[in-house]
């Protein structure tokens, strides 16, 4: 799955209720808190990370490209 940014990043949790994989700020805040999500192949916590064009996450079997 791929999804499109105007600005130069977004943040992570942000692209997760982007793409649908989560309902809400909150959800994203536990799943990404709790290592269930990796960026660029590696576990981050951190919600606020920002992801650029080019990046990608993977959560819930589910891996989501940043153009």
């Given amino acids: ?3 499109e940014i105007r600005d130069e990043y977004i943040k992570l949790g942000q692209a997760m209720k982007l793409a649908g994989l989560v309902s809400s700020g ?3 805040k536990v799943v990404i808190q ?3 999500v990796k960026v660029n192949g590696e576990v981050d916590t951190r919600r606020g990370k920002k992801l650029y064009s080019g990046d ?12």
Avoid: P, S
């Avoid at 990608?56 to 153009?67: C, H, P, Q, R, S």
């Fill in 1 to 3: 799955m791929e999804i």
């Fill in 34 to 36: 709790d290592g269930e």
């Fill in 26 to 28: 909150i959800e994203a």
């Fill in 56 to 67: 990608t996450f993977e959560f819930n079997g589910e891996t989501v490209t940043i153009k």
